[in-house]
């Protein structure tokens, strides 16, 4: 299993208060399966086979923390590192618990080559 640490940079504290700091978001890489958390406020278990394309996130992310909208989540500590991931078939995520679609996933992480690499791209 390969394990990819969150990025964060001056939200840090807040959301480890808010329990989504270092200690409870990872990306795990693990055979046929990624999932990505971060803390309270989002999972998601996304097969490996369902992934179609991982790239660097080109563009400005729209905060810190967890946001979406129709199947695309940007899931960030800082406005670097973010590796952006296309997924179809979509699969489902949860967001403060509740469930939501998931097509595209933007997540911020410290080593965002190494992530790519282990997703094969």
């Not at 200690?23 to 490996?48: L, T």
């Not at 080559?113 to 282990?118: N, P």
Request: charged share 20%.
């Amino acid at each position: 299993m390969a394990v990819f640490a969150i990025r964060y940079g001056w939200f840090r504290p807040l959301l480890s208060v808010l329990g989504a700091g270092p200690a409870f978001s990872r990306v795990e890489v693990e055979g046929d399966r990624v999932r990505v958390q971060m803390g309270p406020m989002f999972r998601a278990d996304v097969p490996v086979a369902s992934i179609t394309e991982v790239e660097r996130f080109r563009g400005i992310p729209g905060g810190i923390g967890v946001h979406g909208w129709r199947g695309q989540w940007l899931v960030n500590g800082s406005v670097r590192g973010i590796v952006s991931i296309g997924i179809d078939p979509p699969v489902r995520a949860r967001v403060l618990g509740v469930p939501v679609k998931l097509r595209r996933l933007h997540v911020s992480v410290t080593s965002p080559e190494e992530l790519m690499a282990a997703l094969g791209r």
